[in-house]
């Protein structure tokens, strides 16, 4: 009896034994991984915070300075234009990369595959060019005097504005390049999203005598709104980072700090004025108004997502 129930005892020991090894392997997978990550993520994050608090400068040792660095960005005009043209940037975008997708991928959502595979093609094809290649192409369109659209124009008698140096217009040929290249990885995005509504639902609603519009606005905009919620996160998130190589490449930020945004002015800091304490000071300035907005969009738009 008493041999039985030892053995018994060794049998459920060991696959509690088993199972402590076998925990322990997620952890062992993860460990490259988590270590990547903080090293890449983490800690970059961590010593750029460290250095906004720090005056740095070649012929002496780094001194710790408290909040001025934060006090001379804020006091800078160039970081104030950036920060109007960071807004501009994020509320002009979200028409031309959020709204305009939708029914571009319901138009095509509704087409032949044959026909739709020609327009996903079409629509596609700018988000896989580099966007410095993207920029320079827009120049060489845009220019005044030997321009594609000016040789175009030039025997009616028209002559083409310098939209790239004009400030009223500079920022907004940038924001439409931008929405140019990547509108078409939106459609796609929606069209995910539309792939996972049931036509039967369509089909039910039209027998009941509903139009194109009632469809669109009671069916597919509801069923559709996770994947919008997603598209509006990540454009507000992305786009000031996103229009940092059109404005290297197609006004350095001018003029007159009319196209600069808070990326390309923290760059500026960094590598034109090496001036790493403004530079880590913007960068956590940019950081908290960037996780402030995601906040902000999740407190009060998620309440209008339905996600079933």
Known sequence: MTEAINTASVAIA?????RRRLDIRPAVFLTP????LGVFTYWPLIDTVYLSFMKLNTNAPASFVGLNNFRGVLDNSQFHDAAINSLTYVFVSIPLKVLLPIPLAVFIWTIGERAANIYKSLLFLPTLLSFVVVSIVWIWLLNPVMGLFQSL??????????????????IYVIIGVGA?????????LYLAGLSSIGRDYIEAMRLDGAGDWTVLRRLIIPLLSPTIFFV????????????????????????????TNLFYVVYQYMFQSFNVGFSAAGTVILFVFLGALTVFKVLVLEKRVHYS
């Open 14 to 18: 060991r696959p509690t034994r088993r």
């Open 33 to 36: 991984f988590i270590v990547l």
């Open 153 to 170: 124009i030039r025997p009616f008698g028209l002559q083409m504005p310098a939209l790239l140096s004009d400030v009223g217009t500079a």
């Open 180 to 188: 140019w290249k990547l509108i078409g990885f939106n459609v796609l």
């Open 232 to 259: 509006l996160i990540s454009t507000v998130v992305f786009t000031i980072q996103q229009v940092f190589t059109p404005i290297d490449v197609m006004t350095e930020g001018g003029p007159l700090n009319a196209t």
